[in-house]
């Protein structure tokens, strides 16, 4: 078990056993499951026409991409040492894990907003100095915006993340009591946290999957070896599009597996497709 998933089990088993009934209705949702069941009837029946199964429609195959498997087992290959930046600065290294736990899941809630368009090594060193004064929902609330600018900078969009730090810290307070909140449709609703930061929260805050998080390099990669079923143009498309055929149990490795191998290999512009095992089975590759 790695390091980030045994601390988020921590953080998330410190509310104790009564989160896993407070997963939100989409994220709890077993679509793997139900997937399985509707096909195991469409296989298993053979000469019935699904009325008589009480099936109201007929069942067609799940569609899963080609070759996927033997992809993913050459990724973790790829990832083995694990010393992609996102291995060491990654947002899961970004909190005090000898703080209370609603302040680690408040940490982890910030380093993901300050994540957002800058490099985990400019996140990383941000975080530390935030730590430095104490980084709680009052400490925030107390610091003013041109400290707390100077602090976070040269993150990107700096200014636009110190009003909706301000802005979340100040709702987190007054309405959840200064913890976070545990779905991700009230996750989303903080100014300044999309859903790929929900999800990144819920898996690591609260040790809970709730869906797959896309950042541009899940997105981009997951197109390149079409892992999608039509090209998909934002990550919201690409989330939905992976979580209708990727098993479930995958959904919170992919994201780090990817991530980085994005940093690492499939670069954005001009991939190592040479230096990449899966270059005789990728439809991105680029071949001499
Ligand atoms: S072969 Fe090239 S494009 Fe394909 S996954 Fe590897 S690095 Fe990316």
Do not use: H, M, N, Q
């Given at each position: 078990m790695s390091a980030a998933v045994s601390a988020a089990r921590r953080l998330g088993r410190a509310r104790g056993a009564a989160g896993a009934s407070q997963v939100p209705s989409t994220a709890g949702i077993p679509r793997r499951s139900r997937r399985r069941k509707s096909v195991t009837i469409a296989y298993e029946s053979g000469q019935g026409d699904g009325a008589e199964q009480g099936a109201t429609e007929p069942q067609r195959p799940r569609w899963e991409p080609r070759d996927w498997q033997q992809q993913l087992e050459r990724i973790r290959e790829m990832r083995r040492n694990r010393d992609a930046p996102v291995d060491e600065m990654g947002v899961q290294k970004c909190y005090d894990s000898s703080a209370p736990p609603q302040v680690m899941r408040y940490q982890v809630l910030l380093s993901l907003m300050l994540s957002s368009q800058t490099k985990d090594q400019v996140t990383s060193a941000a975080m530390l100095r935030l730590r430095e004064h104490g980084l709680t929902v009052d400490s925030i609330l107390q610091m003013d915006d041109a400290t707390l600018g100077q602090i976070i900078?040269?993150?990107?969009f700096w200014r636009n993340k110190v009003k909706y730090i301000k802005q979340t810290t100040a709702i987190l307070k007054q309405k959840y009591g200064g913890d976070i909140p545990r779905t991700v449709e009230e996750l989303v609703q903080l100014p300044g946290v999309g859903p790929k930061m929900a999800h990144l929260a819920m898996n690591i805050?609260?040790?809970?999957?709730?869906?797959i998080a896309v950042d541009t390099h899940v997105h981009r990669i997951t197109n390149r070896l079409k892992w999608v079923k039509k090209e998909t143009r934002y990550p919201e498309e690409t989330r939905v599009a992976l979580e209708d055929w990727?098993?479930?149990?995958l959904w919170r490795e992919i994201n780090w597996l990817l991530v980085g191998f994005g940093q690492q290999t499939c670069l954005p512009v001009n991939p190592r497709c040479k230096e990449c095992l899966n270059q005789d089975i990728c439809p991105a590759a680029k071949r001499p």
């Open positions: 900078y040269p993150v990107g805050a609260w040790d809970s999957v709730s869906g990727l098993p479930r149990d």
